[in-house]
């Protein structure tokens, strides 16, 4: 059993807060700790307290002063737009077909899809987001990559190969049949995995 004590400033809730200044409504500690086995918080409160729960060979982190935070949840991102965030475009069509499916088209190309899935999630976790629902891009190879550099991290993240056949680009379609057959094989290789 690994056990784990991180030291730092915790805030916790009690139930939804009433007023801004409800402070019956939650909890901090200056001097917090959690302790972790295999995983799993098994306690949080003050640092005194939790530290008589650890066991003795518990692997002590300090983070002081910094606040302790669970990992953020990304919910919707797309991966392949990564180099084109904050391209202008007046309007969604005008964006999508001067800078989005140009940069998309590069993903038939499996390094090119490794490295953008790689800069994508290192980002992700720089940023404190240790688990993002993705769209790759609609070619299989891009949600490859994408799931497997997800595994070398042991993230878990939700994601899978976008369907388009129509309303784009040649080098951005595919067609019912091989978006069906992309998809089976994905799940097949990924589900459950990491």
């Known amino acids: 059993m690994t056990s784990t004590l991180l030291r730092g400033r ?16 939650w909890r ?18 003050a640092y005194a307290d939790v530290e008589k729960k650890a066991d003795e060979g518990a692997k002590k982190i300090d983070h002081r002063p ?3 935070l669970p990992g953020f949840i990304d919910a919707h991102a797309h991966f392949p737009q ?13 964006w999508l077909n001067t800078y989005t ?7 038939h190309n499996a390094q090119h899809g490794r490295r953008i899935a790689r800069l994508f999630l290192d980002e992700m976790l720089r940023h404190g987001t240790t688990t993002v629902a993705a769209y790759c891009s ?14 070398d ?11 388009m056949d ?3 680009p040649e080098g951005v379609l595919d067609t019912p049949q091989s978006a069906y057959d992309d998809s089976k094989a994905l799940i097949a290789e990924w589900h459950g995995k990491g």
């Open 10 to 25: 915790t805030l916790s809730f009690r139930r939804w807060p009433e007023t801004v200044d409800d402070h019956s409504a």
């Open 28 to 45: 901090y500690e200056e001097d917090g700790g959690l302790l972790l086995r295999d995983g799993r918080i098994v306690a949080a409160g």
């Open 66 to 68: 910094h606040l302790l």
């Open 82 to 94: 990564m180099q084109v965030i904050a391209s202008y475009g007046a309007e969604l069509l005008d």
């Open 101 to 107: 499916f140009p940069v998309e088209t590069k993903f």
């Open 138 to 151: 609609v070619h299989k190879g891009s949600a490859e990559a994408f799931f497997a550099e997800s595994h």
């Open 153 to 163: 991290r042991n993230m878990l993240n939700i994601a899978g190969k976008v369907m």
């Open 166 to 168: 129509r309303n784009a």
